[in-house]
């Protein structure tokens, strides 16, 4: 068994094999690295421009909406496999959360539970509307963010978007 560390969003994953993305915050495998090879991409200790520190606060926003969206759905869920696709995107959007408000040093703001419809086609179709938005902002995040690190941080984001539309583009066919 080894040890791989994500370099987004700092946390280990113990297998015999690199997974695809990270387990936690969705990463691709590119920003997974072994151990020993691991490097933080996502540094703390550096100071924020104030369009970065406006990005991840919008960010934050979005991620903490969404996952309480994620869970409302997945309580409503018609199929145990909805449910837990629903919970686990919930914590993935909470990861990415996590991440802004280390950035940010600021306290997780209170998840919201809001309504969401009863059936499962109209919660993929919000889904897909939600990530289709954070993607595309991520995107123009990364191009006007002006440290290295948080540019990167918002390429590796919309990735993780992207692959959850994929996610959600299989259920509905």
């Not at 390429?155 to 583009?169: C, G, M, S």
């Amino acid at each position: 068994m080894k040890t791989f560390i994500c370099e987004i969003c700092g946390d280990a994953y113990l297998g015999n094999e690199k997974p695809h993305s990270c387990p936690f915050c969705g990463a691709r495998a590119a920003f997974i690295k072994e151990g020993k090879e691991a490097a933080a991409v996502v540094t703390i200790k550096d100071e924020l421009s104030e369009i970065s520190r406006k990005n991840l606060q919008e960010t934050l926003a979005l991620e903490v909406k969404a996952s309480g969206l994620y869970l409302r759905m997945s309580a409503n869920a018609d199929s145990y496999e909805v449910m837990k696709m629903y919970d686990r995107l919930s914590k993935v959007e909470l990861e990415h959360a996590n991440i802004c408000i280390k950035l940010l040093k600021i306290a997780m703001p209170e998840v919201v539970i809001e309504k969401t419809s009863a059936t499962d086609k109209e919660n993929f179709e919000k889904t897909l509307e939600l990530e289709d938005t954070a993607a595309a902002l991520y995107r123009e995040f990364a191009k006007t963010s002006t440290e290295k690190h948080v540019k990167i941080l918002f390429a590796a984001l919309a990735q993780a978007e992207d692959d959850h539309i994929e996610l959600i583009k299989n259920y509905l066919l």
